[in-house]
């Protein structure tokens, strides 16, 4: 028999069986690239898929089917295909599998084309070159991640493997599932607005209840959460009640990070109003207009977010892959829902929890939220599903709470989280892994990769009785060849090394390569054990641990007053802002330096005087949209020996202390009013009692330069007027403290009156 006829045998009897238990097969075809495309081309030739149904994600245009390079692989998110083909020979993107193996339909297949199984740890790959962070070379990269991924591949239901090279089939992933009763459909509720036809068209109870709560919006300042798995049918709800609202004449704006993420939406929709209104339903791909004169249309979300006005109800897909920012430009819309994935891609699901819940939360929009548990795509228990979890920790979890909540720095012991310790224990790397993921927002399969084989990477824990309660991941940064630093001085890019990069590149700073660092990239203490000091112990215990091994210990996130107090808290200190906001937390990055040597105190004590000096312009330039609140936090978070001297001439002190005392206008001069601002906040006195309206008004207006009428508005002055007279005694105190002579004969010349 030949191997040929023995491999197309095998797909078509997965596929038999895909189809026959709604659920998605792996086909696994490990050996050389060549004999891995014949095969797969004499599969794909005598399966019944269309070619318009199948992927090729990889580097070349090697089928004749729609090809997409791993990077790529995001534009798949939200659609469905029958057959997935991933040629992982160049490099595996552990991102790139997290979002296409949701898209692969019930009855279909993902098919891997993999080295062979043995040897595909310990090549290194395309991925492991951006693991090979300066001064590390990709020999130092090793193979941790692929090794337990292979381990997966064999461990799981579901996975056939065939071994090309030995020509033999290794597993045939045939489960021989049980038949599975038909499910009863939903009945609609009885009291709905919308017509019955919506809710006959669902295909779960969870479809439909979601269904119903975008009822909802039909009235004003409301918002609605779809949360789900991949596959849930959470897109065809948000299209199901889009269609309801276009054929009751109201004009629904959609958004996704790209309009082939909204496809399902769409023809949930056309499909609902062609069946309410037959031919009178206009039916594009982007546009449908309904003979009611309604219309439900596809924009990009910035150009949704100027379009809002002009939009009765905006829906938002795969909400979980756009950034926060938009998500908050989204909200101005009276009546909007987002549909949002929760596990399944790159743990993108949290940037939507972790931090615009909290926006949401603080809107004006009355929250309705709703959870889609039963699958769609594919059947429930689906063992691709379950695969790809495992293997990418999709559904990582910290300890369950109890284990923890009664966590104190007593009872916790400080350990490494070695890469061999973590792949020896599902349990510890689960747990750390969890804990990461659900703290921030941007940890995502290439981070559980970098976890286990980057070489620049360690992570520490704090355990209680072996459980992670507190876990940060730290980088080694700096410590950079002159050659390297002189091509970063020069414009050059250098991988990893946040911190040296961007005092060398963006502040001029070419000797800020040269001192060893140690940047603290994530920490994360388990919600139930907060505010017990954990978080600062985990730091003290790195800081004792690596003195010796780095000049400066660092870290860089999206500022908010909160963190910034707990790093300030921890010895960190301020040295930069970024001058554009994150894309995906919508934040301005804060970078803190904590230094442990005279090289790493000399770097932080230049840094922190250059951005004092530079903080005041920077405010009436691109930082003038920066909360004033963070940037309270911020000064005081630069070290105070780096507050600039004040060096305000004669006139200059009679201008403000006049303004402040007496008749005197900050109109005229703001300038030196801007420097004794920045002095007062970084020096932090505690002889100055100012209130934090009066703080806030101090940046609005000297620092940030907004006009009297904003800065009334935003801080709840009756008006312009009395907002200048606060203005003018919120300046007193810092007159008497830091005034020279000349303001203190006009304080005494006007006070005395
Ligand atoms: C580079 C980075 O990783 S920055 C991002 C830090 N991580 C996160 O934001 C993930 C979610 N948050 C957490 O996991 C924790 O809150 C941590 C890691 C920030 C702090 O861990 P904890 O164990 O609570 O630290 P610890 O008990 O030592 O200090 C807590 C203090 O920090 C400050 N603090 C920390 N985070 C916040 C916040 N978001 N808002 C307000 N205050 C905060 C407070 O002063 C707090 O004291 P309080 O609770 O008495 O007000
Ligand atoms: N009511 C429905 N009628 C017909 N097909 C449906 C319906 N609901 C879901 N489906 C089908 O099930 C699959 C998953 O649905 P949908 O895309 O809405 O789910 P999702 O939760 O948004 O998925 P993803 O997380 O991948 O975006 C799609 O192939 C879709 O066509």
């Not at 991925?127 to 381990?151: I, Y």
């Not at 910290?398 to 061999?420: F, G, K, N, Q, T």
């Not at 309206?693 to 620092?703: F, Y």
Request: proline share 6%; charged share 30%.
């Amino acid at each position: 028999m030949n191997a040929d006829a023995d491999v197309v045998t095998l797909a078509r009897t997965l596929r038999a069986e895909a189809e026959r238990a709604n659920e998605r097969r792996v086909l696994v075809l490990a050996g050389s690239r060549e004999r891995g495309y014949d095969r797969l081309e004499s599969v794909l030739d005598t399966l019944s898929v269309p070619i318009t149904a199948t992927t090729l994600v990889g580097p070349a245009d090697r089928l004749r089917c729609e090809q997409l390079p791993q990077a790529n692989a995001g534009e798949l998110l939200g659609t469905t295909r029958d057959v997935i083909a991933v040629d992982a020979h160049d490099e595996l993107r552990p991102n790139a599998v997290g979002k296409v193996v949701g898209a692969v339909d019930g009855g279909g297949l993902l098919v891997l084309l993999v080295p062979p199984l043995e040897a595909w740890p310990d090549r290194r790959d395309g991925f492991d070159d951006s693991l090979a962070v300066p001064p590390f070379e990709l020999a130092d990269v090793t193979g941790r991640f692929r090794r337990r991924f292979v381990g997966t591949l064999r461990a799981h239901r579901g996975i056939a493997i065939v071994d090309l090279e030995s020509e033999r089939i290794e597993a045939d992933g045939l489960t021989q599932p049980a038949p599975r009763l038909p499910t009863a459909d939903p009945a609609p509720p009885p009291d709905r607005r919308f017509p019955a036809a919506a809710y006959e068209a669902c295909l779960t109870g969870d479809q439909s209840d979601a269904v119903a709560a975008l009822e909802s919006l039909a009235e004003a300042d409301r918002a609605v959460v779809l949360e789900a798995d991949r596959g849930r049918g959470k897109s065809s709800a948000a299209g199901l009640a889009a269609g309801a609202f276009a054929a009751d004449g109201e004009d629904v704006l959609v958004t996704a990070p790209a309009s082939r993420n909204a496809a399902e939406l769409f023809d949930r929709a056309g499909e609902l109003c062609r069946t309410l209104e037959g031919d009178d339903t206009t039916v594009e791909s982007r546009r449908i207009e309904t003979s009611a004169g309604g219309s439900v249309r596809f924009r990009e979300p910035t150009a949704a977010a100027d379009a809002i006005d002009a939009a009765d109800i905006v829906l938002v897909d795969e909400a979980a892959a756009l950034p926060v920012g938009t998500l908050e430009s989204l909200l101005a819309a009276d009546r909007v829902a987002f549909a949002t994935t929760i596990h399944g891609y790159e743990g993108a699901g949290r940037g939507f929890s972790v931090r615009f819940r909290d926006r949401l939360a603080e809107s004006d929009h009355e929250v309705t939220d709703c959870r889609l548990v039963e699958p769609i795509r594919y059947a429930g228990g689906d063992p691709v599903e379950v695969w790809a979890f495992r293997a990418l920790l999709l559904d990582a979890r910290p300890p369950i709470e109890p284990l923890v909540a009664d966590a104190d720095p007593d009872s916790v012991d400080y350990r490494r989280l070695d890469p061999d310790d973590l792949l020896a224990d599902e349990r510890l790397l689960r747990e750390a892994f969890g804990l990461l993921v659900l703290a921030h927002y941007r940890t995502e399969p290439n981070d559980l990769a970098r976890l286990l084989d980057a070489p620049n990477l360690e992570a520490r824990a704090l355990v209680r009785d072996g459980h992670v309660v507190s876990v940060a991941l730290l980088a080694r940064e700096g410590n950079l060849p002159p050659d390297s630093r002189a091509m970063m001085y020069e414009g050059g890019r250098i991988r990893g090394n946040m911190l040296p990069d961007v005092l060398t590149s963006q502040l001029r700073d070419e000797a800020a390569g040269e001192p060893a660092g140690l940047r603290v990239v994530r920490i994360a203490t388990h919600h139930a054990a907060r505010s017990q000091g954990l978080g600062s112990l985990l730091l003290e215990r790195v800081r004792e641990e690596f003195r010796d091994a780095a000049d400066w210990l660092g870290t860089g996130f999206g500022a908010t007053p909160g963190l910034l107090a707990f790093w300030r808290e921890n010895g960190y200190r301020t040295v930069h802002v970024s001058t554009t906001r994150n894309d995906s937390s919508g934040e301005y990055s804060a970078l803190m330096l904590a230094p442990t040597t005279a090289a790493g105190r000399r770097l932080r004590d230049r840094h922190a005087e250059w951005f004092a000096d530079r903080f005041g312009a920077l405010c009436s330039d691109s930082l003038d949209d920066l909360a004033p609140d963070v940037a309270r936090a911020v000064l005081r978070s630069v070290d105070a020996n780096a507050a600039p001297s004040l060096s305000l001439s004669d006139h200059e002190w009679r201008v403000v202390a006049g303004a402040a005392y007496g008749p005197g206008l900050f109109d005229v001069d703001p300038g030196p009013f801007r420097d004794l601002v920045v002095r007062y906040l970084v020096d932090d006195p505690d002889d100055v009692d100012l209130t934090a309206r009066e703080e806030r008004l101090l940046v609005l207006r000297a620092l940030q330069a907004r006009d009297w009428e904003s800065v009334a508005d935003c801080l709840e002055y009756h008006s312009p007027g009395q907002c200048m007279r606060a203005l003018g005694d919120a300046f007193c105190p810092l007159v008497d403290r830091y005034g020279a002579d000349a303001a203190i004969e006009v304080r005494e010349r006007f006070a005395g009156e």
